[in-house]
């Protein structure tokens, strides 16, 4: 998807009017992980820096239908300005006189951040009126919003609607998304390797479809194994399955002609909060759930890992939260930072609960990229491009 970027603009006296994605998380006011403001820094610093008139809108939480102070971006706005250095003003709304009045007062170089999106209905649902506020407010239309960027909502897709004539384009994080998943599922370096974990094939069979195509190789691991454990007539005992995805696997086995490899052996227990663990091949027993792939499953799937060109993973191997069950994410990111070191692979994380372990365990700078968005990154995967995209210029 070549995409024009911020880059491509002269902003100099121009409101630019730009979608982050400031969703982080909060405990008390205080902010516990501002990745995702950091990873915006490079676009706003571009427009500012050059003399734009910069307005920020995000969503933060899932407020039920209206404002929630929990959920307010006061605390993102003023951790962003320490992180510029320089003031940021907040409007207590996303839209009315008093915020209109604060977008013209803007000069150039200043910063505003809106209030949570996500306060008004007419967000999430697209809603014209609020699309058509939201982009009179700029000159300029930004999206570097990711973790978004598969949801048609006002302020990723009608607002840029709304200014149509008028400059349309993706930010820098955008941009280094594209590139990665972009060239990962239309020019892969062989052999490509695709990981897929977490709990349901439910989540994943498009994907899975997808990949089928592309990959080399699929490994499996997670609960959504245990499924195809059932499809292949294994017993899984208490383990977390789909049986109504049962006959859906046994189809994408039959499809994927040997690329899919399931787990070996797996780390079982009685439940989950249990600290006895113990590992079987094959069958799992009555009474006992697995939770984590077994150590000749790593040694299986760290062989295929190391042969790799190209990596992507999404979705963990185990409930790596709890201490007995991590080894197999723990041993995977291990595996992949390796793939990237020393054979030059390009290795890419797609987001969610894969970012956070591979973050944990103090390895993302160790792979070529890390997905702010893990919906959006599988949706991409699955479908090469997003509609909000494709109206930009």
Sequence with gaps: MAKKTVADVDVRGKRVVMRVDFNVPLEG????????????????????????????????????????????????????AKLLGKPVAFATDAIGPETEKQVAALKDGDVLLLENLRFHKGEEKNDPTFAKQLAGYGDVYVNDAFGTAHREHASTFGAAQALQGKPRVIGFLIQKELKFLGEAISAPHRPFVAILGGAKVSD????????????????????????FFLAQGKTVGKSLVEADKVELARSLLAKAGGK???????????????????????????????????????????????????????G???????????????????????????????????????????EQMGLSDRVSHVSTGGGASLEFLENGHFSTLDILD
């Design 29 to 80: 006011g205080r902010i516990t992980d501002d990745r995702r403001i950091a990873q915006a820094l490079p676009t706003i610093k571009s427009v500012i820096e050059r003399g734009g008139r910069l307005v920020l809108m995000s969503h933060l939480g899932r407020p039920k239908g209206g404002p929630e102070p929990k959920y307010s971006l006061k605390p993102v706005a003023d951790h962003l």
């Design 204 to 227: 994943k069979i498009n994907v899975i479809e997808q990949l089928l195509g592309k990959c080399d190789t699929l490994l499996i691991g997670g609960a959504m194994a245990y499924t």
């Design 260 to 314: 899919i490899k399931l787990p070996i052996d797996t780390v079982v227990a009685d439940g989950i909060d249990s600290t006895q663990a113990s590992v079987v091949e094959g069958d799992i027993p009555a009474g006992k759930a697995g939770f984590d792939i077994g150590p000749k499953t790593i040694a299986a799937y760290e062989a295929e890992v190391a042969k790799a060109r190209t990596v992507i993973w999404n």
């Design 316 to 358: 963990p191997m185990g409930v790596f939260e709890k201490a007995p069950f991590a080894a197999g994410t723990k041993a995977i990111a291990e595996a992949v930072a390796a793939a990237t070191a020393k054979s030059g692979a390009t290795t890419i994380i797609g987001g969610g609960d894969s970012a956070a372990a591979i």
